[in-house]
């Protein structure tokens, strides 16, 4: 049995509360996150190959252990290469660099505007370097999401780069069926709209949703944060991002208030409800793939450049965001229904797919489409799992959301006062331990020299003190 461990917030397999999952943010800020590592989870478990994961932190340390135990480590990545990532790429570097084993990255990303200008990411640059000359030098070839990423390595002059997108849009293989419900969309239309913090608060998407929300009494706001997950849950206001008021999320969002507001921290109910809706649009790309997996035709509206190359590969309909916040009306869920071209998203699929497998049959990995059942195994047992629904806003006030909430704070508080009393016993104990070592230790002896020093040293020097006088 070949072990393969995957970078991941968590398995798919692990049902957790919303609110341990909140707890241990196993979204890693980002519900996106789950849905691409979830998909390479189903893609590389093969009757002879176990996936394990390996959580979202970087733990140099486990070097040894990592050699010891698996045959490959795979890195499922995003938008890695930005500024603000740069300090765990190093950690992630500083990993590979002492692994062994073959080391495998799945669709990493550079991220800039809708420009493709890479200036911003100069600083960064001997980062990117040594991260992908380490796994290079583990690996046949680097994944990346599109062709901006491929063209940024290759000018500094890496020549083993792929594009394959991102294995998201892989969770079914070579299939993808997605078709329009109705030939138009109506006022009545199930519609659902994402999108981060920085595309409301600067650009202008806040116009856009509002002016669907006045337009479609059906709409729902799914957002993907941490940040967003706990507004809903706790009401908690209290990451920087709470004063973004504009976000649906915001307990002051008038879409809040009337309950039009969801956060997943599980792909598989994402997808799910998803899959009654009609339409998706917005500036998550993610939030966006989960309506394709489901179905749902989907119009990404990019604001930069990791949208915007993902998007073009895969040929999903989309929309420049700069573009679209000029004239609101140009982003209206019925023009962009409408405009959606889906066939060369749905016929490309199977060739994209055929690029992936060869990616990964260069890299010594075999995949569930190519050398199992499909994914069979596994959709059995997550069909089997029962994971709690999409966070809704709090706005209630019943018995059983309260005593949901209530009941996991209490138990919070019960193992904290466990550990603290475990901790006071060990305390008492290492005292009580280093009293009595003290005490079995005899005082060190005075010296004869001392001895001597303190029986003449009064008398002489009073004598000197005399003869002075």
Same mark, same amino acid.
């Given at each position: ?59 140099? $340390? &486990?070097? %040894? !252990? /990592? ?7 795979? =890195? ?5 290469? +930005? ?102 969309? $109506? &006022?009545? %239309? !199930? /519609? ?7 595309? =409301? ?5 806040? +116009? ?70 009609d339409f998706s649009f917005g500036s998550r790309i993610h939030g966006n793939i989960a309506a394709l997996l489901a179905g749902t035709p989907a119009t990404v509206l990019c604001g930069d450049s990791r949208t915007l190359e993902l998007c073009r590969y895969f040929e999903i309909p989309h929309l420049r965001l700069d573009r679209a916040a000029k004239d609101p009306q140009a982003a209206d869920p019925a023009r962009l229904y409408e405009q959606a071209d889906l066939s ?126």
């Amino acid at each position: 049995m070949k072990r393969i461990l995957l970078r991941s917030g968590k398995s798919p397999y692990d049902v957790l509360s919303v609110e341990e999952a909140l707890h241990r943010d196993v979204i890693a800020t980002n519900a996106g996150n789950l849905i691409f590592s979830d998909a390479a989870h189903k893609i590389l478990e093969t009757p002879e190959t176990e996936v394990v994961s390996n959580g979202i932190g970087t733990d140099v $340390t &486990a070097a %040894a !252990r /990592i050699n010891e135990e698996y045959d490959a480590f795979v =890195v499922p990545l995003a938008n890695a290469f +930005r500024p603000s990532f740069e300090g765990r790429l190093k950690r992630l570097t500083r990993l590979i660099g002492r692994l062994r084993i073959p080391v495998v990255v799945l669709g990493v990303g550079a991220q800039t505007g809708l420009g493709y200008d890479p200036a911003r990411l100069k600083p960064m640059e001997q980062s990117v370097r040594e991260f992908c000359a380490a796994v290079l030098e583990r690996s046949a070839s680097i994944g990346v999401r599109g062709e901006f990423t491929e063209q940024y390595l290759r000018d500094m002059g890496f020549r083993d780069v792929e594009v394959i997108g991102c294995p998201s849009m892989f969770l079914y293989g070579g299939d993808l069926d997605v078709r329009k419900k109705a030939p138009e969309l $109506t &006022a009545e %239309a !199930r /519609i659902a709209v994402n999108g981060s913090h920085s595309a =409301v608060q600067a650009q202008g998407l806040d +116009r856009i949703i509002g002016r669907a929300h006045a337009h479609y009494p059906n709409l729902c706001f799914v957002g993907q944060n941490i940040s967003d997950a706990r507004q809903l849950h706790w009401r908690d206001l209290s990451d920087p991002n709470a004063r973004v008021t504009a976000m649906p999320t915001h307990p002051d969002h008038p879409m809040y208030r009337e309950g039009k507001v969801r956060v997943y921290v599980d792909p598989v109910t994402w997808i799910d409800d998803l899959r009654s809706f009609d339409f998706s649009f917005g500036s998550r790309i993610h939030g966006n793939i989960a309506a394709l997996l489901a179905g749902t035709p989907a119009t990404v509206l990019c604001g930069d450049s990791r949208t915007l190359e993902l998007c073009r590969y895969f040929e999903i309909p989309h929309l420049r965001l700069d573009r679209a916040a000029k004239d609101p009306q140009a982003a209206d869920p019925a023009r962009l229904y409408e405009q959606a071209d889906l066939s060369g998203l749905v016929g490309g699929h199977a060739e994209r797919f055929g690029r992936f497998v060869r990616f990964l049959d260069r890299n010594g990995l075999r995949n569930t489409f190519t050398h199992g059942d499909g994914g069979a195994a596994f959709d059995r047992r997550m069909r089997a799992l029962s994971f709690p629904p999409g966070i809704r806003p709090w706005n209630d006030t019943d018995l059983a959301s309260l005593s949901s909430r209530f009941g996991w704070l209490h138990s919070q508080v019960t193992e904290l006062t466990e550990d603290n009393a475990r901790l006071r016993r060990e305390l008492v104990k290492s005292q009580k331990t280093k009293a009595q070592k003290a005490a079995a230790v005899p005082a060190p002896a005075t010296s004869v020299y001392r001895r001597a020093r303190r029986v003449v040293g009064r008398p002489l020097r009073r004598a000197l003190q005399s003869g002075r006088q």
